[in-house]
């Protein structure tokens, strides 16, 4: 599995679910089709993680992405669907260190989402819990992560 490997142990990282998979004896190929690509003219945002992959195929990625960085997360962040203010995420699917507070992650994720430095941005987990900024990214991992191993973050420019 080509996961991006970052030299710094508290970096979050991009990028890790792009690959194929293959089932073994070559009967069976699945895909993994992440596509974070928007549509910039009417910034429409492409389906969801969860609908562009099955619920298997999402668990064996997470599951192998544990195995191999047994301290860094899976978090999937994509704009909250009840959001009124249109933002554009460049990309929704990082490998967190467990030991960065959740304000720390956003501000890494901040700069993929085209907005103000100054722009107010409001982060939930997406079973709709406000959680706390200061809250550790493995203990908002152990404490919500979807049984498909991933932890889902929404944000919205809303406040």
Known sequence: MDVKKEDSPRTVTSEFVNEALTETGGEEKREIVVNDSIN???????????????????????????EQYPDRYPVIVELDPRATKSLVISKKKFLAPGDIPLNKFMLEVRKVIRMGRQDPLAVMIESGQMVSGDSKMSDLYNSFKDPDGFLYILFSGDV
């Not at 009417?42 to 599951?63: C, D, H, L, M, S």
């Open 40 to 66: 910039t003219t009417t910034n429409t945002p492409q389906p969801r993680f969860r609908t562009q992959n099955t619920y298997e195929i999402r668990k064996e990625v997470a599951g192998k992405i544990r």
